[in-house]
């Protein structure tokens, strides 16, 4: 089983960076194929990003194209969303989430971190 835990959230005005983290314990960070979701009040959770294993492949939310960037270091058991010119809309609770699954685009996650708030205002 691995826990996992985000950081990095805050708050930012449109157009500024925020860099999100999820760290890895008690399992390898490199067995899990991992996502990137987030949940804004009032509306359901939906996946921003995910990546393989060894992060041969990379998936995007139409949304969030040419502006988020997921990627992974495995040797530091870190999974990192960095988040460029961003926009009210992307106001939401920001989580991490594994997947025992292969694919790029898992039908299941199984364990979840406990969420990081990212505001921005215009």
């Known amino acids: 089983q691995v826990q996992l835990a985000e950081s990095g959230g805050g708050s930012v005005q449109a157009g500024g960076s925020l860099r999100l983290s999820c760290a890895a314990s008690g399992r390898t960070l490199s067995n899990y194929v991992m996502g990137w979701f987030r949940q804004a009040p009032g509306k359901e959770r939906e996946l921003v990003a995910s990546i393989t294993r060894n992060s041969d492949r990379t998936r995007y939310a139409d949304s969030v194209k040419g502006r988020f960037t997921i990627s992974r270091d495995n040797t530091k058991n870190t999974l990192y969303l960095q988040m460029n010119s961003l926009k009210p809309g992307d106001t939401a609770v920001y989580y991490c989430?594994?997947?025992?699954?292969?694919?790029?685009?898992?039908?299941?996650?199984?364990?979840w971190g406990q969420g990081t708030q990212v505001t921005v205002s215009s």
């Open positions: 989430a594994a997947s025992q699954e292969i694919l790029v685009t898992p039908t299941r996650y199984d364990y």
